[in-house]
């Protein structure tokens, strides 16, 4: 069984440009979450989906950020215009439907993509 | 707005030494968990705790939690290089739509 996969792991973009990236959850799991880390801090929530639906979106700043996770194919944050506080790690993670790992939850994280603004 | 604290946030023990790693939260939560970053990596999970008095062990590693206290604890009994690592709790609170609030982190370098 694959664990989350995020792709590129590594994106560079100029000030201005678009940046997506993207996750795919584990086989079975339908919920994907994404947060956002800065160096030397931890993980800070940015949002929760589910298929075709955003659960919660607390954490996204309320310009240029975007996610979507659609019918088919991986959830997608896109960056619009992108400045140089947008370098981080973006960590995808993903967890079952509840009833299939009720009582943990537990969130299982992708490799992470480092985007880097120049 | 809850808030979790881990102390220290950087720890430099030998090899052989045992050290305990504290989590601090500020509301009621239904879980907590621990997670461990290699530099560069992604998170690897160790340990979920689901209530009062629950102690988790796998090898070195020891996970308790006091909920009344809002404290978690991870203990490392004769540390040894391989768990140098950055470690983190995160609490989830079911409600606020299985969020996961992450502690500061702890930054651990074991020496030989």
């Known amino acids: 069984n694959a664990g989350v996969m995020q792709n590129p792991r590594h994106l560079v973009r100029r000030r201005g440009q678009e940046a997506r990236l993207r996750c795919s959850p584990m086989?079975?799991?339908?919920?994907v979450y994404w947060y956002r880390q800065l160096p030397e801090e931890g993980l800070k929530f940015m949002v929760y989906l589910q298929k075709e639906n955003i659960i919660d979106e607390s954490g996204m700043p309320k310009e240029r950020f975007s996610a979507e996770f659609p019918k088919e194919g991986p959830s997608i944050l896109r960056i619009q215009q992108v400045v140089r506080g947008d370098s981080a790690a973006y960590f995808c993670a993903s967890s079952p439907s509840p009833g299939l790992d009720f009582y943990t939850d537990t969130q299982y994280f992708g490799p992470g993509t480092r985007l880097t603004v120049l | 707005e809850l808030k979790v604290e881990q102390n220290p946030l950087f720890l430099s023990m030998q090899e052989g030494k045992n050290y305990t790693i504290y989590c601090n939260y500020s509301t009621t939560s239904d879980r907590l968990y621990w997670y461990r970053q290699d530099p560069g990596k992604s998170l690897e999970s160790l340990f979920v705790?689901?209530?009062?008095?629950a102690v988790k062990q796998e090898g070195r590693l020891m996970a308790s939690l006091d909920t009344k206290a809002r404290l978690s604890t991870l203990h490392i009994t004769a540390a040894v290089h391989d768990l140098s690592a950055t470690y983190f709790c995160?609490?989830?609170?079911?409600?606020?739509?299985?969020?996961?609030?992450f502690g500061t982190g702890t930054r651990l370098q074991v020496t030989l």
């Open positions: 705790l689901l209530s009062n008095g």
């Open positions: 086989k079975g799991h339908s919920h």
């Open positions: 995160a609490v989830l609170i079911t409600g606020t739509a299985s969020k996961l609030t």
